[in-house]
């Protein structure tokens, strides 16, 4: 079982930054890849990022290539998601998900365990 806690979203102008943080808990984080999906109102929820195991694994959507970067450390249990020049378009609920296989897989269907989200909202 893993257990996962988003924070660090919040309001923030267009061009700006925030740093969403996935707290986990459970003893076989360190074998899980965490992956970022995002849920925006009248839209399917969306692949944003994921790390594998390793941390050598790192995908991105196109949509955010460039300007977010997901990094993990293990000693934490933590995986952060930088996001830096945000568009009014980021605006979405975000979810970190694990997957205990560790591919860092673009698929939501391959993660198990899901925090709860945190809203990230861009003004324009």
Sequence with gaps: QVQLVESGGGLVQTGGSLRLSCAASGHTFVTCA???FRHAPGKER????????RGLKTPYA???KGRFAISRDNAKNTVYLQMNRLKPEDTAVYYCAADPWGT???S???Y???GQGTQVTVSS
């Design 34 to 36: 965490i992956g970022w």
């Design 46 to 53: 969306e692949f944003v990022s994921a790390i594998d195991w």
């Design 62 to 64: 196109d949509s955010v």
């Design 104 to 106: 860092a897989s673009l």
């Design 108 to 110: 939501s269907r391959d």
């Design 112 to 114: 198990d365990y899901w």
